[in-house]
């Protein structure tokens, strides 16, 4: 616990040597930490909140991010949302290997253009140790466009964070890991607004039974479900096998099958 309480302290170190910061904020725990350590470092006044809001967010996500924010946040700390059109970015749209970098880099650049409206120069990412171990085609936008990054250069990794975020009476320091929907569409495969409804649709369906941090991805014959692994079984029992069927053959989604890898 030392070496961790040490590691907050060079976060909140490194933050406190700008006089005003922007945190790329999302809602999950990496953001919100980060955004709760800068205010503590600098003054709610000196920080501000930019979320980054466009259809590949879920309207379940990107509700949850607001109530996260109203929770743990003063009135004082700023939150601009940044309204993004990603489907009219054909690069994005054609979905090759590099998409996160197209679009990373396409909504930092816009954040930084709305910073500049409250005189703030600074942005900083919630990227940490164990990122860099995938491979991260955003990061390489992240760099380019010369971001922070304090959890690496603190050496924080994904379980302190949230070992942190719970000392700090954060609520959803133990929320599973999210993404845009653009994610659970396999590389070469259009991105369109229908599949991503139907996504979304999907995911919806599977939170009202309980199992939240899903993933549904459909495929060309078949559509991959993955829930946390702690659920594996419950997943499987009669009820929610048939429920989860019948829904997903509604939306015209290819027979599903259970990742046994889970989340």
């Known amino acids: 616990m030392a070496v961790i309480e040490q590691k907050y302290t060079r976060l909140l170190s490194l933050l406190a040597g700008y ?12 953001s919100t930490l980060l955004l709760h350590s800068a205010q503590t470092a600098l003054g709610a006044a000196n ?3 930019l979320y980054a809001v466009s259809n590949l967010n879920s309207q379940i996500s990107i509700e949850a991010t607001r109530q996260t ?15 993004l059109f990603p489907l009219t970015w054909k690069e994005v749209v054609t979905n090759t290997d590099e998409r996160c ?8 650049t816009a954040l930084r253009s709305t910073m500049a409206i409250d005189n703030c120069y600074t942005l900083a990412d919630g990227t940490n140790i164990d990122d860099l171990k995938e491979r991260r085609p955003g990061l390489r936008a992240i760099r380019e466009l010369h971001v922070l ?23 959803n320091f133990d929320l599973p890991s999210n993404s845009c929907l653009a994610t659970r569409i396999a590389v070469g495969k259009v991105i369109d607004q229908q599949t991503l409804d139907v996504i979304e649709l999907a995911e919806q369906f599977l939170h009202s039974l309980g199992f939240h941090g899903c993933r549904v991805r459909p495929k060309n014959d078949v ?3 993955e829930v946390q692994s702690s659920q594996l079984g419950e997943f499987i029992e009669r009820s929610n096998r048939i429920e989860v069927q019948h829904y997903f053959q509604s939306l015209h989604l290819p027979p599903v099958a259970l990742s046994l890898k889970g989340r």
Not at 101 to 108: I, L, Q
Not at 152 to 167: C, N, P, S, W
């Open 47 to 49: 920080v501000i909140a």
């Open 149 to 171: 990054t304090p959890y690496i250069d603190a050496g924080l990794t994904k379980q302190e964070i949230r070992t942190i975020a719970k000392m700090q009476g954060l609520t």
């Open 101 to 108: 970098y197209f679009c990373k880099k396409r909504m930092y």
């Open 69 to 83: 924010f109203k929770k743990h946040f003063p009135k004082e700390l700023r939150i601009r949302e940044v309204e």
């Open 223 to 225: 559509t991959v479900v």
């Open 19 to 30: 006089d005003k910061i922007a945190v790329a904020y999302s809602g999950g725990i990496d």
